[in-house]
Nanobody, 128 residues
Framework: QRQFVESGGGLVQPGGSLRLACAAS????????VTWFRQVPGKEREGVAC????????FYSDSARGRFTISRDNAENVVFLQMNGLEPEDTAVYYC?????????????????????WGQGTRVTVSS
């Protein structure tokens, strides 16, 4: 079964950092555009960052840009999300997924319905 396994979440104080990892199981993630999403109970899932091609091309949400960095280690079959300057508003469950249709562009990378191989997520809590 193809899916991602997310890890690295936890409790961190405002201003702190976390590095999330998204390990692919049953397939090679380097062949896919991969996006980190996050979701807060009662709200829609939000695209955070995409590594959208092998170049690589990356896209970020407005809230993530300048604080978060997405990267991949193809040898380890893992996609990372380095999160710095964390704020309470970043508290959420973070998921990664692979785009079903190839390499999404700037106007579409955040559409969660175009993704597959969702993992169980990793919870991030930013609180003092």
């Amino acid at each position: 079964q193809r899916q991602f396994v997310e890890s690295g979440g936890g409790l961190v104080q405002p201003g702190g950092s976390l590095r999330l990892a998204c390990a692919a199981s049953g397939f090679t993630s380097a062949d896919w555009a991969v996006t980190w999403f996050r979701q807060v109970p009662g709200k829609e899932r939000e695209g955070v960052a995409c590594i959208c091609s092998s170049v690589p091309t990356t896209f970020y949400s407005d809230s993530a840009r300048g604080r978060f960095t997405i990267s991949r280690d193809n040898a380890e079959n893992v996609v990372f999300l380095q999160m710095n300057g964390l704020e309470p508003e970043d508290t959420a469950v973070y998921y990664c997924a692979a785009h079903k249709y190839g390499e999404p562009g700037r106007g579409s990378w955040f559409r969660d319905y175009e993704y597959d191989y969702w993992g169980q997520g990793t919870r991030v809590t930013v609180s003092s």
